[in-house]
């Protein structure tokens, strides 16, 4: 696992020290290709006729070409792809009809500032239209870079998550031809076992039953797509009820859910996970125990889930997800069915809140 300085040293503020690099090295080829051309069409260059204190004006004036190009680039690209991210390519790309002449205009006039500040020479009269035509056509050329060089990133994302998503299924498929090999001899025992407990022992038999019924679900959801949220709550309040017996009074449980939304469809096996990693990353250390919170809402058309505990907390949340196989599947299995993700946080005064919608 990489530590967080070493991964700071290889990227400033989201962008990858090679990003940086090539963003510099583009401006300065261009910087370069502009001054060949120009000395090489320039008959008072080439007649000789110029001076060394033209050439340094020259020189100045390229610089503060481009680097008011970058510096003028950088909040654009920001805009477009950090804070619009989520957009799709096709908004973004009728943004640019805003942007263009914003970055076109907003350069021009300060080029045009600092040049007359310095008494540097620039473009005048019907000529400035190369001032307009060029910015242009370098804003054009430069963001179609940066669209292509995002979706070749976006490509290279979706190409791991797939790679991820098949390892864990078959993970999982493994897992459930290992519970399957042979169900009905195991509920057997479970029933064996059962009558074998003596009558007045009746909590003991109440116990086999419920671990019977979480494993005959767990069955159920190796063979289906979707169960109901009832279905998913009933299994999680078995779990609970378990965990409850090992715990005790250092356990509490509470679970929020809109009867309204008991029939809604969601994929099997979706909770659990989450339940089970508060638990024993969060609550089992603690000698006084602590609390977990269930919570689903409808809002906005969207199932809104809420997973929170009042244990140990979680301080690296960027790197939990290479820890745990039960938040890293559910984080795949959300990402790939729902494009929706795993959101945590801290859970004040203490623990961890996990937060998900579909």
Known sequence: MESSKSFYSRRVIGVKIGEIIAFIGFYLFWSFAYHVAITVNSRKWNNGETSIFDFMEFMNTVGLDYILKAIITYPIWWFLFRKLKHWKTYRKVLLHIVLLPAFVLVWQQLY???CDF?????????????DIYIPA???????????????????QKKIRLEGELRTAALK?????LKAQLNPHFLYNIFNTISASVPAENEHTRYLIAELSDLFRYQLKASQVEKVTIKEEIDFVNKYLALEKERFQERLD??????????????????????????????????????KITITIQKKNGQLAFEIADTGVGLKDKTNAFKKGIGLTNTKLRLEKMYKTSLSLSDNLPQGLKINFSI
Request: without cysteine; glycine residues 8%.
């Open 172 to 176: 999982s498929e493994l897992s459930a």
């Open 112 to 114: 045009y500032l600092v």
């Open 253 to 290: 449980i509470e679970v929020n859910v809109d009867e309204s939304i008991m029939n809604e469809m969601i994929p099997p096996m979706l909770l659990q996970p989450l339940v089970e990693n508060s638990i024993k990353h969060g609550l089992s250390s603690l000698v006084e125990g602590g």
């Open 137 to 155: 056509l370098f804003y054009t050329l430069q963001f179609g870079i940066f669209h292509s060089y995002n979706y070749y990133l976006e490509n």
């Open 118 to 130: 310095f008494e540097w020479g620039h473009l005048g009269g019907v000529a400035r239209v190369w």
